[in-house]
């Protein structure tokens, strides 16, 4: 089922109607999510994810725009009535119910021509058990089971209505690093085996990245950028963007283009044809960098630390707009450590120029 933003906005009013400001919580939406995709809305603290998924989910109102499922125009249909499976953070299992009654739970509450016989229920129950790897634990109670497991209930309890969309709030924060990736991979899996348009919340760009088919990038409100995780990486809309998205972060400096070349500082690191002269923010993805003794960038060494397949050298220079400037090498190079300085050339398809007002993009070609 295919689901579709229409210019989707939520302002809420401000508290104190003299002081305060209204907050536009999610400014002029537009998407359309392909059907059986699972899309990761991704975004800093505050910048609308969780009221955009309670607006598809109708737990909130939208203040403009419209939902479509399929061709169903949805925005003023009720959250029981949209054929929707919601998972948020906190589990919210009930504590006295056994993990076989909290997944019953919603079947038992269908009404008129949905509801269930008992057989039919208890063969639901099992199905989405299975799907999600719990059918053994049935009988337990939540507090009987681990985090991850707790969470896969959460799932199962929203899968066994069959919705037409699968909406999941941050459901995997209250989890540790292991069973999070855990989680996820299971997640990811669930998805692709029940083909359910899903729409995934998160603020760890990791999460999203590695798991959605699709990423939205929001910015108090507005979306900035969508597309495939390594597409958005790739070719990042704007600053914001291309901060945002990888670990360890892009390192930024400041820099001019004169004459179609692109300094850092004093330093010629690059042609960049067909940019104006003009000052520019510039980005390196970490791995933008090689250790080359004749490389045009100059920078102090302050730190090399070995991560295995990795080398990850912490360096600074007078120019970067961050205290130190990351990169990481491949461990088969050997860098001389006592050294004070290191020298890189760049690649050129990890190096990307801004405007040092807008912070948009600048494309360059390279020779
Ligand atoms: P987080 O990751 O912290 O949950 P988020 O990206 O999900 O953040 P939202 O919860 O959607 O962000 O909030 C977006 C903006 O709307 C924030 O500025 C928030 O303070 C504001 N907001 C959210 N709910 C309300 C509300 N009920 N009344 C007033 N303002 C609200």
């Known amino acids: 089922m295919k689901v579709v933003l229409q210019n989707l906005t939520k302002i809420f009013p401000s508290r104190d109607k003299k002081a ?9 939406f537009t998407f359309e999510i392909p059907d059986g995709k699972l899309i990761g809305l991704l ?14 989910s109708g737990l909130q109102k939208p203040t403009g725009g419209k939902i479509f499922f399929g061709d169903d125009d949805v925005t003023e249909l009720s959250t ?15 504590p006295h119910m056994t993990v076989k009654q909290n997944i019953l739970f919603p079947l038992q509450n269908l009404k008129g021509a949905d509801k269930l016989d008992k057989d039919t229920m208890l063969e639901r129950a099992y199905e989405v058990a299975r799907l999600v790897q719990i059918d053994e634990l ?9 985090g991850g497991q707790q969470q896969r209930v959460a799932i199962a309890r929203a899968l066994v209505k069959m ?11 209250n989890l540790d690093a292991r069973l999070r990736l855990q989680t996820r991979e299971e997640i990811r899996r669930i998805q692709k085996e029940t083909g359910i348009t899903t729409v995934f919340v998160t603020h760890d760009q990791e999460e999203a990245m590695s798991i959605s088919d699709m990423i939205v990038v929001m910015k108090l ?11 958005v990486y790739d070719n990042p809309i704007n600053l914001f963007v291309a901060k945002f998205l990888g670990t360890p972060p892009i390192n930024v400096l400041g820099g ?27 980005g390196i993805r970490p791995e933008g960098f090689e250790l080359d003794d004749n490389g045009p960038l100059c920078c102090t060494l302050k ?11 912490v360096s600074s220079h007078a120019a970067s707009l961050n205290p130190q400037i990351r990169s990481i090498i491949n461990a088969d190079h050997r860098v001389d450590t006592s050294a004070e300085t290191v020298r890189f050339s760049l690649k050129p398809h990890k190096v990307f120029l801004f405007d040092a007002g807008t912070e948009a993009r600048i494309p360059y070609e390279v020779k």
Do not use: H, W
């Open 20 to 28: 305060g400001k209204e907050v536009v919580a999610v400014n002029d």
């Open 43 to 56: 975004g800093p603290s505050g910048c609308g994810k969780s009221t955009t998924l309670y607006m598809i």
């Open 80 to 94: 029981e009535n949209r054929g929707i499976g919601l998972v948020f953070q906190n589990y919210a299992l009930y």
């Open 138 to 146: 049935m009988d337990r109670k939540p507090s009987e089971l681990s």
């Open 163 to 173: 919705p037409r969309v699968l909406l999941l709030d941050e459901p995997l924060s």
């Open 221 to 231: 409100g507005v979306v900035q950028q969508i597309g495939e995780p390594q597409e």
């Open 256 to 282: 001019r283009v004169e004459g179609g070349r692109l300094f850092i500082g004093e330093d010629m690191v690059m042609e960049v044809t067909g940019v104006a002269d003009q000052p520019v923010v510039v």
């Open 303 to 313: 730190n090399v630390e070995v991560m295995g397949r990795d080398v990850s050298i």
